[in-house]
């Protein structure tokens, strides 16, 4: 069983459409984070939450919603998408963020916005 | 702000050769992490190796070293003896080990690997 799951793998939604990301971890981690990763640029954080509880919002706009109901789920939920928000969307989750923390990636969900 | 700088886009080595992946940073953080990781071709970022500033020693993991040179804020990873299995983007990132931003893993744009048989 992988660490860190996501689903769907691929998505593809027009601008109007609203569906929702999903991210489950195994390895008992306190943290979890939603990146995206757009064609040549670096990751850019987006959530971050330490037990369920928000973090930091970097600035995202309001068409993505995060949810993380436990430890081990996480969602981003999608709502009047632009066409620019076509991405891969990665989870992560890690014990904390002291020193030499590592994250633990999931294989991510690559959404194309029509 | 943190920033990592991956200068290489792609890089090509023939298998069994070693090969050196370039990366500087700029931080103003008196302490931080640096960590490099892996992008195979199905999305999972997989860590490779981590190296603290404070740090004496170069980090080394199996066929991975990290090259950490403080003064010049370079952080390149050594691939040796190459491997087909190699092949994909490789990504250095840096955390600020203290402050509340820790949590902020910083990336840069990556390097893409090939590697020849």
């Known amino acids: 069983e992988t660490g860190v799951t996501q689903t769907p793998r691929h998505l593809v939604m027009g601008m109007t459409n609203k569906k929702s990301l999903k991210c489950e971890q195994h390895?008992?981690?306190?943290?979890m984070y939603w990146y995206k990763q757009s064609a040549k640029k670096p990751l850019e954080l987006m959530f971050v939450?330490?037990?369920?509880?928000?973090?930091e919002n970097n600035s995202v706009p309001s068409r993505f919603s995060p949810e993380c109901p436990n430890s081990s789920h996480l969602f981003l939920h999608l709502h009047t998408l632009q066409p620019e928000d076509s991405a891969l969307y990665l989870c992560?989750?890690?014990?904390?963020?002291?020193?030499?923390?590592?994250?633990?990636f999931g294989s991510g969900t690559q959404l194309s916005v029509l | 702000a943190q920033k990592i700088t991956q200068t290489q886009p792609g890089m090509f080595v023939q298998e069994k050769e070693a090969v050196t992946l370039d990366c500087t940073y700029d931080?103003?953080?008196?302490?931080?992490?640096l960590f490099w990781y892996k992008q195979p071709s199905s999305g999972e970022m997989i860590f490779l190796i981590y190296?603290?500033?404070?740090?004496?020693q170069n980090a080394t993991e199996g066929r991975y070293s990290l090259n950490f040179q403080k003064a010049r804020k370079s952080a390149n990873l050594v691939i040796s003896a190459s491997q087909l299995g190699d092949s994909a983007m490789y990504f250095c990132?840096?955390?600020?080990?203290?402050?509340?931003?820790?949590?902020?893993?910083?990336f840069g744009k990556g390097t893409k690997l090939s590697v020849i048989p």
């Open positions: 992560a989750s890690s014990t904390g963020w002291a020193s030499n923390e590592k994250l633990f």
């Open positions: 390895l008992g981690h306190n943290a």
């Open positions: 939450y330490s037990l369920e509880e928000r973090v």
């Open positions: 931080t103003s953080d008196p302490s931080y992490g």
């Open positions: 190296q603290g500033s404070y740090d004496q």
């Open positions: 990132a840096m955390r600020a080990l203290s402050g509340a931003g820790s949590y902020q893993l910083t």
